[in-house]
């Protein structure tokens, strides 16, 4: 292998599961065979795949590694998802929905939400819900892709994908090996450091073998061989904001029509999340330790399903937070021993994805300059505050007090950011954004207006445009909604004639 001066010849990652292959994957379509790219990982240890939402951005990452949508939807039993129905998070018996794309279609040069809002205020009982094309299609069951035609009301959405984790990291191994990345069999026990500088020189396995590297990425999930047991690196604990700290996961039988969206529904002590796959139902109840005991959460997700269990349950412990450090000398922690948020808006993918994004938009040679890593630490630090914040949301906007956890939720001081964002909502029906969001501002309109957080007044310049026919526009464009989704398949025709799996 011939390589410019200076330039990364090897890599190690340590861990697979969807981190390390999703980590392989990108490294070996991007980087070609230009370096040697090592992949450690022990069946003995496993995975914590237990099913698996997304969010959009799942759909340019495999773009970019040039993967045809219907087959790796059919091989990991996948369907679509169209967004989250969040159930009792407000109050008990009240249900909202976080679409993925936009409301309404746009009209003037006052956004869309800003006409609801002042239609709203004057007393109009229409839930912007109305005007969620992707709404409009998850209840009716509804799928097919959107649009390109902007004009088009059926280019007001987005999709992502539910599927069988453990099936996705096994679809990018073959990927990643065709490419030229090598899988190890084995466990890594200990790695040796440069005495002077401290930088990981290599891994040593339990039956001694060696693996020597320029650049380690730690997928070794919670535990953090490199990142934590070896550097040493720090652990900014949040749970002081979300508290859920452990969760039991079930598979179940698939009993109904697939609907095109996740459930979240919240429980006395957490959240219960629902995953449609082709083949069978994902299902866990995410709760905090201080308020339920495994043994009655287990007992309550069994109690909740609605088909017979298909495999035992999987308990899980996590403390929600971040390393000091994502990247620490020559090594960058990725998937859960960068940190962890709980799942509940569905990020762990995408941290996944855009911690590996950053990584090769920063790519360093094996001087390892401390620039690239201040600059990668500062943006995914800054991007981890960010979903924490919005996730904050979902607990302290709340009328719930029927629950220890919801009491604490509700009254629990946050972060300064967020209750500037909600406050100029609350006020001024504004939404105040920060550079590179992940959830923008029909995310933010979905959760502020979903759990009550009400504006005051509509923003101001809505208020002006008198000479604006807005009933008309409005009326105009759910109708256009109904009309799109009576024209749709529903969810399940549609991945029958497009990637249907040998599983179903």
């Known amino acids: 292998m011939v390589t410019p001066d200076n330039s990364i010849e090897k890599i190690v990652i340590v861990g697979g599961g969807s981190a390390g292959w999703m980590t392989a994957a990108a490294l070996a379509n991007d980087l070609g065979n230009s370096c040697e790219i090592t992949l450690i ?89 109305d005007y969620s094309m992707a709404w409009a299609a998850s209840k009716a069951g509804k799928f097919s892709h959107p649009l390109a035609d902007r004009r088009n009301i059926q280019s007001r959405f987005d999709y992502a994908y539910h599927f069988d984790a453990t099936l996705y990291a096994a679809y990018l191994r073959k990927y990643a090996e065709a490419r030229g990345a090598t899988r190890v069999e084995g466990r890594v026990i200990s790695a040796d450091q440069d005495p002077d500088t401290g930088f990981l020189q290599s891994v040593t396995m339990e039956d001694g073998r060696v693996f020597d590297a320029d650049l380690f990425v730690d997928c070794s999930g919670f535990f953090g061989l490199l990142i934590e047991q070896t550097l040493e690196t720090g652990y900014e604990d949040w749970s002081h904001w979300l508290p859920c700290n452990r969760a039991v996961a079930a598979p179940c039988e698939k009993t109904s029509e697939l609907i095109p969206y996740t459930k979240s529904t919240a429980k006395s002590a957490g959240w219960q999340w629902r995953i449609p796959l082709q083949h069978r139902t994902g299902n866990g109840y995410v709760y905090c330790c201080e308020y339920l005991e495994a043994d009655e959460a287990e007992e309550t997700l069994l109690a909740s399903l609605d088909g017979a269990p298909t495999a035992d349950p999987k308990h899980l412990r996590f403390v929600t937070g971040r390393r000091n450090k994502f990247w620490n000398k020559n090594c960058v922690a990725i998937g859960l021993s960068a940190g962890f948020m709980e799942p509940l808006e569905s990020t ?70 967020l209750q500037y964002k909600i406050d100029h909502f609350r006020t001024h029906g504004m939404i105040v954004s920060d550079e590179r969001e992940l959830f923008t501002n029909p995310s933010w309109i979905a959760v502020y207006l979903g759990q009550d957080i009400l504006p005051e007044r509509a923003p101001a310049l809505a208020r002006h445009r008198n000479r604006v026919p807005v009933q008309d526009r409005m009326t105009a464009i759910r109708e256009a909604i109904a009309q799109s989704v009576v024209a749709m398949p529903t969810h399940e025709t549609f991945i029958d004639s497009y990637c249907k799996s040998a599983a179903q």
């Open 41 to 129: 990982e022990s069946e003995a240890i496993g995975t914590v795949g237990v099913g698996e939402a997304t969010i959009p951005p799942i759909r340019h990452f495999n773009q970019r590694l040039g993967i045809d949508e219907a087959t790796f939807v059919r091989e990991t039993n996948g369907s679509f998802k169209l967004g989250i129905e969040f159930i009792d998070w407000s109050r008990v018996g009240h249900a909202y929905f976080h679409p993925f794309g936009h409301y309404g279609a746009e009209f003037d040069h006052v956004p869309f939400y800003q006409h609801w809002m002042h239609e709203h205020l004057k007393g109009d009982t229409t839930p912007i819900d």
């Open 348 to 417: 762990s993918l995408h941290l996944i994805q855009y911690g590996i994004m950053r990584l090769l938009a920063l790519f360093p040679s094996k001087s390892m300059s401390p620039l690239l890593a201040e600059e990668y630490n500062a943006l995914t630090i800054s991007e981890y505050e960010r979903i924490r914040d919005f996730l904050i949301l979902h607990y302290t906007a709340t009328q719930r007090e029927d629950s220890e956890l919801w009491r604490y939720s509700k009254n629990m001081p946050i972060p300064e950011r």
